[in-house]
């Protein structure tokens, strides 16, 4: 009965601080859009290099933002965005008054069960916590925290560039509370997203049914079904995607999906994933381990460095 007293006073319809773990590629662009948005934004990473590093990729995006939406005045903008930020690497004081805890750093789930249970014992018994992971599960995530935090704690899955993709998948587990995942919703739809409800499942929606198909993509070309080229062009004209699957492997970056099959191996030996899943492609693993890794090293499944 105390635990539902206190969810019930939980202070969940106005989340006016952000605090964001990680200042990389996506705590930067969540850093981006809640500061748009009139947020009042707390950026904390390990290093003043990376909080500098994050700062560098929030003013180069928020310039290109302004350019569009407030052409004559593109610098009144861009300072006015930055005003709603401020950085740390003090994570104790980075969460000493905040609404929300939107982790964003490396992939790893030791290091972020310690991040969160630490954070558990420094920030206010009201505040919100979150990950962006992508490939790890919630729950797993949550797993150090008091049960009291767990019905604060879901995940809100950005995706790359954040400024640009419109979506968010908001995830709750069995333990978040309704008022936990509303306040996460709405804060998404705030920052001028659209957010969709998902599970604590691997993959969540998009991933669930990307990675697959990416996967068995590669597995054509093991196969000697057709050529990547081919594949490209007939999802591309025939499924109307944007992109090919070998396109889109090397911009996510083929370690990366790697990574996220990899770590899907257990789920599937523990039954919660069909094994077909998670076949490894001998085609991903070879580039991988020649350290050809998509767009960002130059040379994935296409050559970049010839453009
Ligand atoms: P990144 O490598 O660009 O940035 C990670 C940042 O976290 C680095 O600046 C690092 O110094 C910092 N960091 C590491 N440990 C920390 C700690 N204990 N406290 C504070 N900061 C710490 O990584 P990226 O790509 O931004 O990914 C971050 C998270 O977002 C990962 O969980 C990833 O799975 C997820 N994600 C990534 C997407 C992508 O396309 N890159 C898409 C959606 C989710």
Known sequence: AVGVQRLMSTKTDGINTITIFGAGLMGAGIAQVSAQAGL???????????????????????????KKQQPDDIEGFTKKVLAN???????????????????????SIKVKRDLFAYLDKKAGANTIFASNTSSLGISEIAENCTE????LFGGLHFFNPVPAMKLVEVVRTDKTS????????????RMGKVPVACKDTPGFI??????????EAARMIDRGDATKEDIDIAMKLGAGYPMGPFELLDYIGLDTTQFIADG?????????LP?????????????????????KSGKGFYDYTKK
């Open 40 to 66: 009042k934004v707390i950026l904390t990473d390990v290093t003043d290099k990376a909080l500098e590093n994050g700062l560098n990729i929030i003013n180069k995006s928020v310039a290109r933002v302004g």
């Open 85 to 107: 930020i401020t950085t740390t690497t003090d994570a104790e004081q980075a969460v000493s008054s905040t609404d929300l805890v939107c982790e964003a750093i490396i992939e």
């Open 148 to 151: 009291e935090r767990k019905a």
């Open 178 to 189: 309704e008022a936990t995942y509303q306040a996460l919703f709405d804060v998404t739809k």
């Open 206 to 215: 998009v991933n669930r049914l990307l990675v697959p198909y990416l996967l």
């Open 264 to 272: 899907w191996v257990d789920k599937a030996k523990a039954g919660v």
């Open 275 to 295: 094994e077909a899943l998670v076949e490894p492609t001998s085609s991903i693993v070879d580039l991988v381990n020649k350290g050809e890794l998509g767009r």
